[in-house]
């Protein structure tokens, strides 16, 4: 049952993010020579008009083979042959298509679950936030220069930041309704029974209920910048080296990472399941859109860089030299895929 999850999850999001390339490349008139979830040989396929529509062995992956999309072709329906703003579109639609599919999961979620609030509700005796006069009902508002929506901002930048001082700005609302801001500087501090550095603060530790259609898109927008932002940072800690191999979770450990989702939410009931399970597309979904739109090649966002270099020069550049650009940029992507799933099957064999 949880491999046939996994499966339905990572179809679900391929299939919108290729969903996305399609619809767009048929609004711009561009001809799709196939169009398949999956990769490497075809299970069954059927062909209705110009395009085959192709269920593949691999689950993981997919695909919108648009006519003329890496050759030159005579036809008026090659890709390309379209405006360049046209092909631009059909390009970024694919991790739109994930922020959109991301967003109405959230949407979703924060309607059923609410979300995690920024509301404190006490402050622990001998921490910083006890000493600079923080109380329960408070709400921070910014930790830093960083803005503060929902709690995990402020998890977040302790994961980063987990020893740093930091200024920490917050709304209090008195006894007349009238509110106040304040910002006090809190210094962390080591706590041996929780094994990390702390502020001192507690909050209600769940979701709190979205009071109408306006907050519930706010916070269901937010879920996903939320995620686009994690995904960023967590890239930038790559760079600097602050994220070793075994935080890289591939394939295999996304695979594992629902199954334990399914097993340990099914006692509590169905919807318990469903939206974690959301939850977790959520998160798959908005790192998939933002991964394709890096300036990568063989990327989305690598096919996006010519593109926009050929709307401001007004001129394509060779398709040789892309070509091999792209190429290289596959190469590289296949070594990486490489050693995400071995080191996925190490970190699964000896944990």
């Not at 648009?66 to 639609?93: C, H, Q, T, Y």
């Not at 001082?165 to 006894?175: D, G, K, Y």
């Not at 304040?182 to 979205?210: D, F, N």
């Amino acid at each position: 049952m949880s491999m046939a999850v996994a499966i339905l999850v990572f179809g679900i999001i391929i299939l919108i993010h290729e969903f996305g390339h399609f619809i767009v490349a048929k609004k711009c008139g561009i001809g799709v020579v196939e169009f398949s979830i999956g990769m490497g040989p075809r299970l069954c396929s059927f062909v209705k008009g110009e395009t085959r529509y192709s269920v593949k062995a691999l689950p993981f992956g997919g695909s919108c083979m648009m006519l003329g999309e890496d050759e030159d072709d005579a036809n008026p329906k090659a890709f390309n042959n379209k405006p360049v703003w046209s092909r631009i579109a059909v390009i970024a639609a694919g991790p739109v298509f994930n922020f959109l599919l991301a967003f109405v999961l959230a949407l979703a979620i924060v309607h059923v679950a609410g979300y995690d609030s920024a509301e404190l509700t006490g402050v622990l005796d001998g921490f910083s936030a006890k000493e600079q006069g923080m109380q329960a009902g408070d709400v921070i508002t910014r930790l830093n220069r960083e803005k503060v929506r929902v709690y995990r901002d402020v998890t977040m930048y302790m994961y980063l930041h987990p020893s740093d001082p930091v200024n920490v700005e917050f709304v209090r609302t008195l006894e007349d309704g009238t509110s106040t801001v304040h910002t006090v500087r809190l210094e962390p501090r080591y706590s041996k029974e929780h094994g990390g550095y702390m502020l001192g603060i507690q909050t209600k530790g769940y979701r709190q209920p979205a009071e109408g259609i306006f907050e519930t898109v706010k916070y269901g927008a937010y879920e996903v910048v939320y995620w686009m932002k994690t995904v960023i940072k967590s890239i930038g800690m790559m760079v600097r080296g602050q994220v070793g191999a075994q935080d890289m979770a591939g394939p295999v450990r996304l695979v594992s990472m629902i199954d334990d989702t399914v097993e340990e939410t099914k006692q509590y009931g169905l919807e318990t399941m469903l939206l974690t399970l959301a939850n977790l597309c959520v998160m798959l979904s908005a790192n998939l859109g933002v991964m394709n739109l890096l300036p990568i090649p063989a990327l989305d966002g690598g096919r996006l860089v010519f593109l926009i270099v050929e709307a401001l020069r007004g001129k394509p550049v060779d398709k040789e030299k892309e070509g091999m650009v792209h190429m290289a940029g596959m190469a590289l992507l296949m070594g990486f895929m490489v050693f995400v799933l071995f080191n996925d099957i190490a970190m699964l064999l000896f944990k």
